[in-house]
Nanobody, 126 residues
Framework: QVQLVESGGGLVQAGGSLRLSCVASGRTFSNYAMGWFRQAPGKEREWVAAISGSGDMTYYVDSVKGRFTISRDNAKNTGYLQIKSSKPEDTAVYYC???????????????????WGQGTQVTVSS
């Protein structure tokens, strides 16, 4: 089992940047693919980005391509989501999730990841 704790959220003006962190504990982090998700008020949770356990494969939802970057430092047991050129519509609670099942990652079944953090709020003001 792995425990995930997000941090780095906050208030940023449109066009600004933030870096979210997700610290993992409990297991070998490199064995876990990781994803970032977000949920805006009144909306369903949305997958944002995913990265393989080794970090060599990354995927993004179209709405954040070119603005968000997912990365990880397995030596630090930490995953990151760099947000640039932020927009008011990026406002949401952001969650990280992880799973050791590689087939879930390869199949794009990120919503079925087993382990989730508690979330961190990102607010982008216009």
């Amino acid at each position: 089992q792995v425990q995930l704790v997000e941090s780095g959220g906050g208030l940023v003006q449109a066009g600004g940047s933030l870096r979210l962190s997700c610290v993992a504990s409990g297991r070998t982090f490199s064995n876990y693919a990781m994803g970032w998700f977000r949920q805006a008020p009144g909306k369903e949770r949305e997958w944002v980005a995913a990265i393989s356990g080794s970090g060599d494969m990354t995927y993004y939802v179209d709405s954040v391509k070119g603005r968000f970057t997912i990365s990880r430092d397995n030596a630090k047991n930490t995953g990151y989501l760099q947000i640039k050129s932020s927009k008011p519509e990026d406002t949401a609670v952001y969650y990280c999730a992880a799973d050791p099942d590689r087939m879930k990652f390869y199949a794009g079944s990120y919503d079925s990841f087993d382990y989730w953090g508690q979330g961190t709020q990102v607010t982008v003001s216009s």
